[in-house]
Each structure stands twice: as C-alpha cells, then as structure tokens.
C-alpha cells in the first residue's frame, strides 16, 4: 500500500494511492502508528479502489480512536457504494470528493 501520513496538533492524516485491497494494506503497521493520536483523517483523493480488508482496517481505527475522532475523506463515488453497502457510511465520518 502506497500511503504517507502527517502528524499535525494531534491529528494524523493518512493519504493514500492507488487499490485498497488485502495485498496493499497493512493493517498492523497503520494501528500502530494511529495509537497515541487524538483524531486520524483518511484521505482517498487518490483511491481507485477500496476492499472489504479496507473496511476492517476503518473500523479497527475508529475503536483506537474513536468513532467521532475517525473520518475518510475525498472518498469517489464507487468506494462511497462501498461503504453504505458494508453499512460503514452510518457509523463514520464518510465525506465524498467535491464535485
């Protein structure tokens, strides 16, 4: 997984490229990193594609940090699809792509 991540007032920020899937994340090296930040923002500006793995890793985030305290960002709309079919768009901060 192609991703770089910020470290700023407490708020890690994660922005990643490319497919979201089981063979690009690593889940363990991202919980990690996430423990000790007060908020954690994914931007998927630049995602093709988001898997059923990628959903797993939103949610083991957000029990880290906390549901309000977790939010994805710049999402397109076929992950979008994605994430109100896994029932995710509900229970986290899911804002799209500006038009």
Same mark, same amino acid.
């Given at each position: 997984?192609? $991703?770089? &991540?910020? =470290?700023? /007032?407490?708020?890690?920020? $994660?922005? +990643?490229?490319?497919?979201? /899937? &089981? !063979?690009?994340?690593d889940? /363990?090296?991202?919980?990690?990193?996430?423990?000790? @930040?007060?908020?954690? #923002? !994914? *931007?998927?500006e630049?995602? *093709? &594609?988001?898997?059923? *793995? $990628?959903?797993?890793?939103?949610?083991?985030?957000?029990?880290? #940090?906390?549901i309000?305290? $977790?939010?994805v960002? =710049? #999402? =397109?709309? !076929?992950? %979008?699809?994605? +994430?109100n079919?896994?029932? %995710?768009?509900?229970? %986290? /901060?899911? &804002?799209?792509? @500006? @038009?």
């Open positions: 997984m192609k $991703f770089e &991540y910020i =470290n700023k /007032n407490s708020t890690m920020t $994660f922005y +990643f490229r490319g497919k979201l /899937n &089981y !063979f690009s994340i889940s /363990n090296k991202i919980t990690d990193l996430v423990k000790g @930040a007060v908020c954690v #923002v !994914f *931007d998927l630049h995602v *093709d &594609y988001v898997s059923s *793995d $990628f959903m797993t890793l939103c949610m083991l985030v957000s029990k880290i #940090v906390g309000k305290q $977790f939010s960002i =710049n #999402v =397109n709309d !076929f992950s %979008l699809k994605v +994430f079919i896994c029932g %995710l768009k509900k229970l %986290l /901060n899911i &804002y799209p792509k @500006a @038009a």
